[in-house]
């Protein structure tokens, strides 16, 4: 009997997915035409964000998720960039709080009251003000509260507390364009791909590379996330244009474990990892199919091909539901948002079919819950690293109200008022020097790494 090949067992190998119907889409949303690689939409169980096409500088939509069909074309939109935004990212502990980035070299944080947005949006909560070139990347800490960490065009990665609006470390270990970044499951470490074909692992608090090694050898944008156990899951070219996917080991990037050639297509492999059920999605603006992978690191090769979602109309960019915004008594377990070049927005749903009603342990782990397991000051001053904090989705998830994000100016050196019968240069130099003049030191603040626009609002 060793020439009969055996089935792997899995209890994923009949997942399937299905598009919702015309009436539970969105339409009429004015997407965006860059051709930046990011997917310009991101999902909660609140609501439904799209970077759109705005003259005069960069605009996304907010909507509700039950706002449903075609959308008014004087929809209010969130409108603060002078530049095109390029990236947008939900907050994970409070579904009111989204950050964009913007060709402006700005990173801006808003928040959206519950109900959606009744009129235009132009004052975000706070400005981050860095980068001197635009920027292209936005995540938020997966540990931490109100730790985020942007990407721009100048070879920079910033680390920002948004409770205050001040960058805790610039990394500056690029020699030429980022493509990629990705936080471990933890936060503590981040991973990167470069247009120098390196990938680097970096100690997200110090700056300094831990790892760095080969990645794919095409001259195209590759990608790199993190898994769960540590293990790095790649996507990027071969020397003739095939598209890959890697798996490698943290310790020994220039080795990696697999490497599998996919086809020949031009658009750049985006992995979504669901980091629950260890199942991957992997697809390309542009594409029309999205292919689906369980990670098994007991079982070689590791990452087994499981089925491809295949449609007829290519994807301009795709948003991802949280696990705890998926129908759990439908046994859906995971959730696309996916763009149309046509201005509609199509739900994805992706099930697992089971005769039970009942529900389904197996398939609903404890997910990550919307509670931070550590305030920024923890992550850090203390230096702490934890596990995110896990909630059960028995029962169901019940979406938390509205918060207020509060922005806590600190001072710096532009703070002070210039001193009266006294030359303000002369003061200064006293001040640099070290002098002795007490008013100078009771006048005198520390100067803030980069200086900030703040500014405050409440719902």
């Known amino acids: 009997m060793s020439g009969v090949q055996v089935v792997r067992a899995s209890k994923f190998r009949h997942i399937y997915g299905q598009v919702e119907k015309k009436e539970f889409c969105y339409d009429d949303i004015r997407v965006t035409k860059s051709s ?8 909660n169980p609140k609501f439904l964000a799209v970077v759109t096409e705005a003259a005069g500088g960069g605009a996304f939509i907010v909507l509700t998720l039950s706002k449903v069909g075609r ?37 801006k944080v808003w928040q959206i009251p519950d109900g959606g947005l009744f009129i235009n949006m132009t004052e975000p909560i706070v400005s981050l003000d860095y980068h001197q070139k635009g920027c292209r990347q936005v995540q938020w800490h997966p540990t931490a509260n109100n730790v985020l960490m942007s990407v721009g065009a100048d070879q920079k990665v910033v680390i920002w507390n948004v409770g205050t609006g001040e960058p805790l470390r610039i990394i500056e270990c690029h020699p030429d364009v980022i493509f990629s970044v990705a936080f471990n499951y933890q936060g503590s470490k981040i991973v990167t791909t470069c247009k120098d074909k390196l990938i680097r692992v970096i ?41 890959q996917y890697s798996l490698r080991d943290e310790t020994m990037l220039d080795d990696p474990i697999i490497m599998v050639e996919v086809d020949t297509s031009n658009g750049i492999l985006v992995p979504i990892y669901d980091i629950d059920t260890g199942l991957l999605f992997v697809t390309a603006k542009g594409d029309s199919q999205i292919r689906y992978f369980e990670v098994n690191m007991e079982q070689p090769p590791y990452v087994h091909y499981i089925n491809t979602f295949l449609s007829s109309d290519p994807q301009r960019g ?3 539901m949280p696990k705890r915004g998926c129908d ?16 509609r927005v199509e ?25 931070p ?33 509060t922005v806590a100016k600190k001072s710096n050196a532009l703070d002070k008022m210039p001193m009266k019968g006294r030359d303000t240069s002369a003061a200064v130099n006293d001040m640099s020097d070290g002098g002795s003049d007490d008013s100078a030191h009771e006048n005198s603040a520390p100067l803030a790494p980069a200086p900030v626009k703040v500014c405050m609002i409440r719902v």
């Open 36 to 43: 930046w690689d990011s997917m310009f939409c991101s999902v």
């Open 71 to 107: 959308q008014d074309k004087d929809s209010p939109i969130v409108a603060g960039h002078k530049g095109s935004v390029t990236d947008i990212q939900w907050c994970p502990f409070n579904d009111n709080v989204i950050a964009s980035a913007s060709d402006d070299c700005t990173v």
């Open 203 to 243: 100690d997200a608090r110090t700056g300094e590379v831990i790892e760095k090694g080969k990645g794919h050898d095409g001259a195209k944008s590759s990608r790199a996330i993190f898994l769960k156990d540590g293990s790095i899951f790649t996507t990027g070219f071969s020397k003739m244009s095939e598209r």
């Open 318 to 320: 795709l948003g991802v």
């Open 328 to 343: 759990i008594g439908l046994n859906e377990i995971f959730r696309l948002y996916k763009l149309h070049g046509n201005g």
């Open 347 to 371: 739900p994805i749903r992706f099930y697992v079919p089971r005769k039970s009603d009942s529900f389904q342990t197996d398939l609903y782990p404890d997910t990550i819950s919307d509670t």
């Open 373 to 405: 397991a550590l305030s920024a000051d923890e992550w850090w001053v203390e230096k702490k690293d934890v596990d995110p904090i896990l909630i059960s989705l028995k029962g169901g998830y019940q979406a938390k109200s509205a918060q207020t994000l």
